[in-house]
């Protein structure tokens, strides 16, 4: 396990009580022009077997750096998850699914706030922007920022 996921685990598992883990991903990008979220959406209304999972996920560090960004998969057989979107070469995908109850109670107050990108550095978490992140809780994955941005990656 890469040093960024078990950093990423271990900041992250105080806040929640969902079990944060990793867990193995099937590629299957879809054609059309949704975004991931969308596809997986679609996916699930389309095979009643299915469920929409969300997390994040990450590749290899990069300079000295982990990009992590929130992302949507589906399941159906609760062990492995299907990247409708683009693959991404080893990424590794870790469940969160705290963020589908934040983001239910977001809707239902009418805040589409999403979970910011986060990037990890030895010397800790930052947001997308360079500022530092106190935790990796609640209150900071889905405060309303005026800086906030996400920066394109690769």
């Known amino acids: 396990m890469q040093r960024a996921?078990?950093?990423?685990i271990r900041a992250r598992q105080p806040h929640t009580a969902f079990e944060i883990r990793t867990w193995r991903v099937e590629s299957r990008p879809?054609?059309?022009?949704?975004d991931p979220q969308d596809q997986v959406h679609a996916y699930v209304r389309e095979h009643a077997q299915a469920r929409a999972v969300i997390g994040?996920?990450?590749?290899?560090?990069?300079?000295?750096?982990?990009?992590?960004?929130p992302w949507w998969w589906v399941t159906e057989d609760g062990q492995t998850l299907i990247d409708l979107g683009a693959p991404t070469s080893?990424?590794?995908a870790l469940v969160d699914q705290a963020l589908a109850v934040?983001?239910?109670?977001?809707?239902?107050?009418?805040?589409?706030?999403r979970p910011p990108d986060l990037v990890?550095?030895?010397?800790?978490?930052?947001?997308?922007?360079?500022?530092?992140?106190?935790?990796?809780?609640?209150?900071h994955l889905t405060r309303r920022r005026q800086t906030m941005v996400t920066l394109a990656h690769g």
């Open 5 to 8: 996921t078990r950093e990423f």
């Open 30 to 34: 879809q054609v059309g022009g949704l």
């Open 56 to 69: 994040w996920r990450h590749g290899a560090p990069q300079e000295g750096q982990t990009w992590f960004e």
């Open 90 to 92: 080893r990424a590794v």
């Open 102 to 113: 934040y983001r239910g109670q977001d809707l239902r107050a009418n805040q589409l706030i």
């Open 120 to 139: 990890w550095q030895p010397q800790g978490w930052h947001w997308a922007t360079g500022e530092p992140i106190a935790c990796l809780d609640r209150a």
